[in-house]
């Protein structure tokens, strides 16, 4: 059963980029077929679509998040990770891995990490 487990730092100052990296365990990121996003939730908010990397490394991003978002990869290590540039309080969230068969279905999650936006 594969397994998803977000790393990353917990406070990040506004205007930085935020790294968070989130390593697979009993499957393969390059299996045939599936896609690994990036999921958030701001405090009172409902989940938010971020964006996805795919199995062959094509990429995928929310509109909205687009112009700051980067998704890659590391397949040596089975990780990958997610980084938003020019954070903002606004960007204070939850924020989950996930595999699924599309890049807008979610089968596996990971537990989430929070992370804080703030000077």
């Known amino acids: 059963q594969v397994q998803l487990q977000e790393s990353g730092p917990g406070l990040v100052k506004p205007s930085q980029t935020l790294s968070l990296t989130c390593t697979v365990s009993?499957?393969?990121?390059?299996?045939?077929?599936?896609?690994w996003s990036w999921i958030r939730q701001s405090p009172g908010k409902g989940l938010e679509w971020m964006g996805a990397?795919?199995?062959?490394?094509?990429?995928y991003y929310s509109p909205s998040l687009k112009s700051r978002t980067s998704i890659s990869r590391d397949t040596s290590k089975n990780q990958f990770t997610l980084q938003l540039s020019s954070v903002t309080p606004e960007d204070t969230a939850v924020y989950y891995c996930?595999?699924?068969?599309?890049?807008?279905?979610?089968?596996?999650w990971g537990q989430g990490t929070q992370v804080t936006v703030s000077s």
């Open positions: 996930a595999r699924g068969a599309s890049y807008i279905t979610f089968a596996s």
């Open positions: 009993g499957g393969s990121i390059t299996t045939n077929a599936y896609y």
């Open positions: 990397i795919r199995w062959s490394g094509g990429t």
